[in-house]
């Protein structure tokens, strides 16, 4: 005769082992998101504030997921470069604008030291809100100068990455739009193009205007970060 109480014993005994193996595989992947040697983080789109990072990130820049939290919109304020920080604003605006990833170069500092270091990171939606807006975005950032074993490869991809860019950015230009782009990321402002080009100041306000819209950036240090990253100096 069957014994009436293994089948329940049997049941919690399954259970126990599932529990025990899905606890393992959960310890294993934290293991991995935290030692890869890798940036994790995701932030919040809108307030531009860090809501997780891995153990990695913590260790790089210095400061505690407590104190990343604590500090809110300032922690990227700390740690990045001012000529950078324009990128931050591009990539929230992106997210925004529906983009399915963003990716770029920036420059970090660690807590307590003047050295600046390079960064290459790639960014995506994470969570949407019920209208489909980005709410959370998960980033992935990697120390640049781990990468110096392929010198030569970096500089090759990164020519031929840049003038792929080029071609990109500024096909959406017309002939005179470039020469007022080119004129503009090099620190002239609309009175010096315009003499320049003997052109109006009311023509170049108006050509600037058409460029940051087909650009999609908002302002002047935005469209001098973009030009950056796409090799114009």
């Known amino acids: 005769m069957q014994d009436m109480g293994t089948e329940p014993r049997d049941s919690l005994d399954a259970l126990i082992s599932e529990n025990a193996q899905l606890r393992s595989r959960l310890e294993h992947l934290e293991a991995i998101v935290h030692q890869m040697p890798a940036m994790l983080y995701t932030s919040n789109?809108?307030?531009k504030a860090v809501n997780w990072c891995n153990r990695q990130l913590s260790e790089t820049i210095g400061y505690s997921?407590?104190?990343i939290l604590s500090l809110g919109?300032?922690?990227f304020k700390a740690i990045t470069h001012p000529d950078d920080a324009p990128i931050l604003d591009i990539s929230q605006q992106s997210f925004k604008d529906k983009k399915s990833m963003f990716?770029?170069?920036l420059r970090v500092r660690k807590r307590g030291q003047s050295e600046w270091v390079w960064l290459v990171g790639l960014g995506m939606p994470f969570t949407f809100d019920r209208e489909g807006n980005v709410e959370d975005v998960?980033?992935?950032f990697l120390d640049f100068s781990y990468a110096i074993d392929t010198g030569s490869q970096i500089s090759e991809a990164l020519r031929?990455?840049?003038r792929r860019r080029n071609e990109d950015?500024?096909?959406k230009l017309t002939a005179r739009e470039k020469d007022i782009f080119m004129l503009a990321a090099?620190?002239?402002n609309n009175k010096e193009i315009a003499e320049k080009l003997n052109l109006s100041r009311y023509t170049i306000e108006t050509h600037r205007k058409n460029i940051r819209l087909k650009l999609k950036v908002r302002n002047t240090p935005e469209l001098v970060a973009l030009a950056r990253q796409i090799g114009v100096q």
């Open 73 to 75: 919109t300032d922690f």
């Open 65 to 67: 997921l407590e104190e």
């Open 160 to 162: 031929e990455l840049l």
């Open 169 to 171: 950015v500024l096909n």
């Open 45 to 47: 789109n809108s307030k």
């Open 186 to 188: 090099r620190g002239h």
């Open 138 to 140: 998960i980033c992935v």
């Open 103 to 105: 990716g770029g170069l």
